[in-house]
C-alpha cells in the first residue's frame, strides 16, 4: 500500500526534479497529483514513464492526500501550506516562509532526521536553503567526531538557484557577447551573469549581509547546533547548475586531514574525491543530476589553532532542494505514516 502525493508547483525546476526523484527511487505512490497556478492549468509534466497533467491549485482538495512536496513562492505557500495542512495532508515546504518557525522542524535527514517527529504541531515541514543543505550533510559527521566551533564559508551558487528567468539570462547574455548587437541587459540579476561573478543574492541586510549569507547561520544553527557560528558569503556565478562552496572549519578539538577524509568517506550523502593532482577534484559540471554531496580538497589549515578547509559542490536543484524533499517525505513513511 502507498501513499497519495501531490507535488504543488510541478511545472517549475524544482517541481519537475520532486517528480523525476519520486519515480527514480522508486517512492510507494498509489496515486499523484501535480499542481500549478492557473495560467499553467493542463501543461503535461513528466512522472516516470507516465504524462500528467496539471491541475488548478486554487481549487484543489487536499483532503486525503498524505504528503504534500511544496515548489512555489512564500506567498502562495503562505495561503495554500496551511490550508493542505489543516485538511491532513503533511506538508513538506521548500520556500523559506517556515524555515524558521519554532514550531516546524528544519530537517536534513543525513543530519537530523529524527527531527521530522516535530512536524505534528503544524502538519509542516520545512526544507532548507539549498546552500544550507549540502553544507551540513558535510559538517555533521566532522562535527559529532570533533565538535565545530565556527564556520567560514564562501560560496559559488548557479543560477538555477533563481529559476528558469535566470537561467534564460544566462544564455542568452553569452549568447549576446559572440553576436555585435545583441548583448541582453540584465534583468533578473543587478549586473551581467554571464562571464561574470555577483557577490549578492537574496537581499541587504542592516548587518552588510545578505539574506541568503544569514540563512546559511540560522539555518544551520537550527539543524546542527545552536552553537556553532557561521559567517558566509555567497556569490552568483555563471554555472547553470551545481552549488560550490569553499568551507574553513574550526574545531574544539584537533582533527587531522586523514581521519576527516576517512570519516566523511563512510557518511551518508557524501561522496569523497580528492585526489591531489589535476581533475583531482570535483566541479559542478561533474554533480549535475546526481544524489552525492561531493567534498574534495580537505586539508589541514595551518593558520588556526583545530583547522580543516575543504571544498563542496552538489546539484543544487537535487540535494538542495527536490531531492532532500523527497529523503524527508521517505522518513516520514518510515516514521509516521508506515504505508509503503
Not at 47 to 64: H, N, S, W
Amino acid at each position: 500500500m502507498g501513499y497519495r502525493v501531490v507535488v504543488v508547483g510541478a511545472t517549475g525546476n524544482v517541481g519537475r526534479e520532486m517528480l523525476n526523484i519520486l519515480a527514480e527511487r522508486e517512492f510507494p505512490v498509489d496515486e499523484i497529483a501535480a499542481l500549478a497556478s492557473r495560467r499553467s492549468l493542463g501543461t503535461e509534466v513528466s512522472f516516470g514513464d507516465r504524462t500528467l497533467k496539471t491541475q488548478d491549485l486554487e481549487q484543489f482538495d487536499f483532503a486525503g492526500w498524505d504528503i504534500a512536496l511544496f515548489a512555489i513562492g512564500s506567498d502562495a505557500t503562505k495561503v495554500h501550506a496551511p490550508r493542505a495542512a489543516a485538511a491532513g495532508c503533511i506538508v513538506i515546504d521548500n520556500s523559506s516562509l517556515y524555515r524558521y518557525d519554532p514550531d516546524v522542524p528544519l530537517v536534513v535527514p543525513e543530519v537530523n532526521a529524527d527531527a521530522v517527529m516535530g512536524y505534528a504541531k503544524k502538519n509542516i515541514i520545512a526544507n532548507p536553503n539549498c546552500s544550507t543543505a549540502q553544507m551540513v550533510v558535510a559538517l555533521k559527521p566532522l562535527h559529532d567526531r570533533a565538535r565545530i566551533r565556527r564556520v567560514v564559508v564562501s560560496t559559488y551558487q548557479s543560477v538555477s538557484g533563481t529559476g528558469k528567468e535566470a537561467i534564460d539570462e544566462l544564455w542568452d547574455q553569452t549568447k549576446g557577447m559572440y553576436v555585435p548587437g545583441q548583448e541582453v541587459a540584465p534583468k533578473v540579476y543587478p549586473r551581467q551573469i554571464a562571464f561574470n561573478v555577483i557577490p549578492h543574492i537574496d537581499v541587504f541586510l542592516d548587518s552588510g549581509d545578505t539574506k541568503e549569507e544569514w540563512k546559511m547561520s540560522a539555518e544551520t544553527k537550527k539543524i546542527l547546533d545552536p552553537a556553532i557560528k557561521v559567517t558566509a558569503t555567497c556569490v552568483r556565478v555563471p554555472v547553470f547548475v551545481g552549488h560550490s562552496e569553499s568551507i574553513n572549519i574550526e574545531f574544539e578539538d584537533f582533527l587531522d586531514e586523514d581521519e576527516a577524509r576517512e570519516i566523511l568517506r563512510e557518511s551518508p550523502g557524501v561522496l569523497v574525491v580528492d585526489k591531489r593532482e589535476a581533475g583531482g577534484y570535483v566541479t559542478p559540471v561533474e554533480c549535475v543530476g546526481d544524489y552525492a554531496t561531493y567534498v574534495s580538497r580537505i586539508r589541514q589549515d595551518p593558520t588556526i589553532e583545530n583547522g580543516i578547509n575543504l571544498w563542496c559542490v552538489s546539484d543544487n536543484l537535487r540535494k538542495g532542494a527536490a531531492l532532500n524533499a523527497v529523503q524527508i517525505a521517505e522518513v516520514l513513511g518510515q516514521r509516521v505514516l508506515k504505508k509503503g
